[in-house]
């Protein structure tokens, strides 16, 4: 260990002779620090407000047999070692102040470039340092389809003083970080109750049991339930507690009531404790005064992390008026849930009554009467 006290502090011996006014604490410092994470693996578990979950901590290191003092940087890289180079800090690194899905986007992280240019080791040439939630938390933001299972790498940048004139490195070590979220998906179960609804199953599976909460369902739609015959061009619908006409010419939630999250966020839980399902049946018989109805709805049925979908539905468009309002569209407030995986569905029903009866059918398109 080195002996400088302006800088690295204590140290377990002393040089053989005394420094020269042209040597520096840094020419003396010449242990490399060893990092390694507290754990062997890690799965990406927040519980339903975004924090983190009793039993899933987050990525954390040990840094031992470094010089006594001296300023460290922690430096992370998803996916790509060759990131891991000079230092303190790495250009183009996470940032905090970007939004959410620019800084999924950035492979490299420097705690130094984040700020933490303090951060030392104790008298011992040891420490410890814990991955910000926020960083935690673009992980498990990362869309399924590009994140399973990652191998997260890392090492430790020391130096004697805080210009980090000179610096001693650890190896490049790594780890396997695992998402939480293993599949999402809808299944059609087909037309049902003679046709007139069409029925399909939402599901979504986690890696670790009863973590289900993490996540929820968001569905959106768009198109009409257009019918002839009576007084009305379409059929009334309730949406966010508002009726109004079933033409949806563009995506709106696909919610009766104010809360966005499908089935407001209670699903049927399976599977010990790792599979949550619900299930939607659109659709309806015709109406008593009508002639033709035909259902053309298309659905986005859209999973994101619970906590970033908003308490309520933001109405941005209410046309016509009371009591049955035209066009309403409901969304979400920005920034916008980043969709961890989706699946998209819909159903067409032409109902025409005639004098024997009403035979129905499931066409593309319809022209009318």
């Not at 939607?280 to 053309?296: M, Y």
Request: glycine letters at 10%.
């Amino acid at each position: 260990m080195c002996d400088c006290s302006g800088g690295c502090g204590s140290a377990k011996k002393k040089p053989d002779k005394e420094p020269s006014e042209k040597q520096t604490c840094a020419s003396l410092c010449t242990d490399k620090p060893k990092i390694k994470a507290k754990k062997a693996s890690y799965v990406v578990v927040l519980d339903k407000t975004g924090n983190l979950k009793s039993g899933y901590p987050i990525l954390e290191f040990e840094i031992t047999d470094g010089c006594p003092n001296c300023y460290i940087d922690i430096q992370v890289a998803k996916g790509d070692s060759s990131l891991l180079s000079g230092g303190p800090g790495i250009s183009g690194a996470w940032d905090k102040t970007k939004p959410a899905k620019d800084r999924i986007k950035q492979k490299a992280f420097s705690s130094w470039t984040n700020g933490q240019t303090s951060l030392k080791l104790d008298g011992s040439g040891k420490g410890t340092y814990k991955m910000p939630l926020e960083w935690w938390r673009d992980l498990a933001r990362q869309p399924l389809s590009t994140f399973t299972t990652q191998k997260i790498y890392f090492r430790v940048v020391s130096a004697c003083d805080a210009n980090a004139t000179s610096t001693n490195d650890s190896s490049i070590s790594n780890i396997e970080v695992h998402n939480n979220l293993v599949e999402m998906k809808v299944v059609d179960k087909g037309y049902i109750n003679g046709g007139l609804n069409k029925s399909v199953s939402m599901e979504f599976k986690v890696r670790e049991a009863n973590t289900t909460e993490m996540y929820t369902i968001v569905q959106w739609n768009r198109g009409s339930n257009r019918i002839w015959g009576g007084t009305r061009t379409y059929a009334v619908v309730t949406d966010y507690g508002i009726s109004h006409d079933s033409n949806i010419p563009e995506w709106a939630i696909d919610r009766l009531r104010t809360n966005p999250r499908y089935a407001d966020g209670v699903y049927t839980i399976s599977g010990g404790g790792k599979k949550a399902t619900t299930t939607d049946a659109p659709g309806g018989a015709i109406g008593a005064s009508d002639t033709h109805d035909f259902f053309t709805l298309d659905f986005d049925t859209r999973l994101h992390l619970n906590f970033e979908v908003p308490a309520t539905v933001t109405v941005t468009k209410k046309e016509g008026s009371a009591p049955i309002w035209g066009i309403v569209i409901g969304k979400l407030a920005d920034p916008q849930p980043i969709t961890l995986a989706n699946d998209t569905w819909n159903f067409r029903i032409l109902q025409i009554r005639t004098a024997t009866g009403v035979t129905v059918s499931h066409p593309n398109t319809y022209g009318g009467p």
